[in-house]
Structure formats: C-alpha cells, structure tokens
C-alpha cells in the first residue's frame, strides 16, 4: 500500500479521486484500510487548508430544532420561561452554563459549540 502525504492541491485532488474510487469498498479488505488511511489524511489537509469556524450557538440550537420539527416553544423550561427564551434566541442575552448544559443534554447540541460567543443583535436607536 503506497500512500503519500497529502501537501498539495494536486495530492488532495488525486487522493479524492482515489477516495471516490475506494468507496464502499468491503470492510476489512485491503481496499478498505487503504480508504481509512486516506481519508484521514484528506481530513487533515483539509482542517489545515480550509478551517471552518464553529457555528453560532443560536443558529446552531435553530439547526437542531430545525431537524426535529419543532420551533423554539421547545426550549420553553429548558433553557427557562418563554420571556428567557425569546432573549436568547433574539440574541439579546447570552447562553449561561445551566443553559448550555441543559440544550447538551435534552436536544444534544455539543458544549463546544454553544459556548461560542453569540452574534448579538443590536437595538436600533
């Protein structure tokens, strides 16, 4: 199994094709080491190259919502009264640890995300 770093735009390019030629390859073959090792190097590169802030913690708990079905009612007693959770949605007010701990725990949005510094929304004048 010949395998080179990926360094290059050119390396990234050839490792995808062999990527997208490797996929679905049975597991435990050769074929499927090699798409392992391969996409971790890939995964690398690219978190190097092309690094991806984390998403805001509100956009973030609207996503999950989102793929649920439900709006921000849900949050009602999660994260406390209606009033609470119309300021934090609206950005008015920032997350605290009981909050995040709670959107962790009933709707498993990662911790890492929502301690994110909110985009506050300012008030016109």
């Known amino acids: 199994m010949k395998i080179k770093p990926v360094r290059t735009p050119a390396n ?14 049975k597991e435990g ?26 998403p805001d913690p509100i956009e973030a708990i609207r996503f999950r919502l ?7 009612r849900a949050l009602i007693g999660v994260i406390g009264a209606r009033s609470r959770v119309h300021e ?10 009981n909050m995040i701990r709670a959107l962790n725990r009933q709707f498993g949005i990662p911790a890492e995300v929502l301690i994110q510094p909110i985009k506050r929304k300012r008030r016109a004048a």
């Open 12 to 25: 990234h390019r050839t490792a995808l094709k062999e990527i997208d030629r490797l996929w679905g390859a």
């Open 66 to 72: 989102e793929q649920q079905g439900r709006d921000a």
């Open 29 to 54: 073959t050769p074929d499927d080491d090699r798409l392992e090792v391969l996409i971790t190097l890939v995964d690398a590169y690219e978190n190097q190259h092309f690094p991806m802030d984390p």
């Open 88 to 97: 934090v949605m609206s950005g008015q007010r920032a997350l605290s640890l």
